[in-house]
């Protein structure tokens, strides 16, 4: 087998594609199929988020359809979103199973790329390397066992240790067999090496925003100019149970008695009520939830804040976690403030585009809203500048997608080189 200078042929697998919002496999496999690449994608049938299977389509062994110049091949999957572990876990393990019936359709592929939200969609590709030799890249956005034992699907210590017990061999063997392991931030990159993936192996490649609605440069604030003269404030996102929210609208309900203040929530989740409730139990009648908004109308959301707001819990698994929430306040030229301990507030504070506090404490997060609150507007704009500059520089789509075919090149000619021996 000889690769080309030039071109591959690139499979993805990813349980979510278009028309699911999975923006950053989709972007990949366009962007690849640009630069010449011969790109397919195997995915399961369209039912996320909502977990209903999307009306346009109907279940068969076999679906194949077009996006653009990739071509898209379907296998069947029990669909569920639900928050019942068994549901969740055979809506994960079916695609999983389904993707091996998909071997002929990768079968001269020269690397396969796993968009890992779940580390299950590992399984095919892991077969495909021992029957066929291809190699396959991980692209890890959810770092496992954490990201299971740590929801509210899986209650109970025994469970939490039956769990971990029995994935982290499986994750091992699933880490060897692959050619390179890509995590999402740096502190992932590191805990994956002290889990024994070896150190040539992974990359650190920072997930990108949705650029297309991006500014290319914000013209300063859009709420009031001047310090003391208002602050808008918005957290836009899952009201989950991870969120830290509860300390977001503690803290902002200590803020408003600041005049011009306003912390907006957009978004909904299971926490949405107990939060609105919080909310008027302390009577900050400057929080305001907007519930979920169209996509589309995320720019009027950015359009309208000073500072966007980028909390979670205080756990180890996301101190290498980087929401994409945070990409997408940067590229559109907002500064932060954030709870989000390790990588996120590192950047924060090194890179000067926001406020960082430790997560779940209500008043370090209120001083940073009254640091915010008393910024002038050219230092705000400053701060916007520099997060502009930041994300064009190390989190653009550009740079994160050539990266990535860099990685899947290497990966094929590594096959390429050991053929030949």
Not at 111 to 132: D, G, K
Not at 203 to 219: D, P, S
Not at 381 to 395: F, K, V
Request: glycine share 8%; net charge positive.
């Amino acid at each position: 087998m000889v690769i080309s200078d030039s071109t591959l042929k690139i499979v993805i697998v990813t349980q979510y594609y278009k028309p699911e919002h999975a923006r950053i496999p989709v972007e990949i496999a366009r962007s690849l199929a640009e630069r010449g690449h011969e790109v397919r994608v195997v995915t399961g049938y369209p039912n996320y988020p909502e977990g209903r299977l999307y009306p346009e389509y109907r279940q068969r062994l076999r679906h194949h359809e077009w996006d653009g110049a990739v071509r898209v091949r379907r296998v069947p999957i029990v669909v569920s979103h639900s928050q019942n572990a068994l549901a969740r876990f055979a809506n994960y393990v079916s695609f999983a199973v389904s993707s091996l019936g998909a071997s002929r359709f990768v079968a001269d592929a020269d690397v396969v790329y796993v968009y890992a939200t779940q580390m299950t969609a590992s399984l095919a590709p892991c077969l495909w390397r021992v029957t066929r030799g291809i190699p396959f890249v991980l692209h890890i956005q959810d770092l496992w066992p954490e990201s299971v034992t740590g929801s509210s699907m899986v209650s109970g210590s025994l469970a939490k240790r039956l769990i971990n017990g029995s994935l982290r061999p499986w994750l091992g063997a699933v880490y060897r067999r692959s050619s390179a392991v890509i995590a999402t931030a740096p502190t992932m990159a590191r805990m994956l090496v002290d889990r024994g993936v070896e150190s040539r192996k992974v990359y650190t490649v920072l997930n990108w925003a949705e650029e297309r609605g991006a500014q290319e440069q914000r013209g300063g604030p859009a709420g009031p100019a001047g310090a003391g003269t208002g602050l808008s404030l918005v957290y836009a996102g899952n009201l989950g149970e991870f969120q830290d929210l509860d300390t977001v609208i503690r803290a902002g309900a200590r803020s408003t008695g600041l005049e011009g203040f306003t912390l907006t929530i957009v978004g909904s989740g299971v926490a949405e009520e107990g939060l609105k409730r919080l909310a008027q139990e302390l009577g900050a009648s400057s929080i305001v939830f907007r519930g979920r908004v169209p996509h589309a109308d995320m720019d009027e959301i950015y359009a309208a804040s000073d500072f966007q707001v980028v909390p979670l819990r205080d756990l180890e698994i996301f101190r290498g976690t980087i929401p994409s929430k945070f990409q997408g306040s940067l590229a559109n030229g907002i500064p932060v403030i954030t709870t989000v301990a390790g990588d996120v507030s590192a950047i924060v504070r090194t890179r000067e585009i926001g406020f960082a506090s430790a997560p779940g404490d209500v008043d370090a997060l209120a001083a940073s809203f009254r640091s915010a609150y008393a910024l002038s507007s050219a230092s705000r704009r400053l701060m916007g500048e520099r997060a502009r500059a930041y994300y064009t520089a190390e989190m653009s789509r550009d740079a994160g997608v050539e990266r990535i075919e860099e990685i899947l090149r290497s990966a094929a000619q590594l096959r390429t080189k050991k053929a030949k021996n």
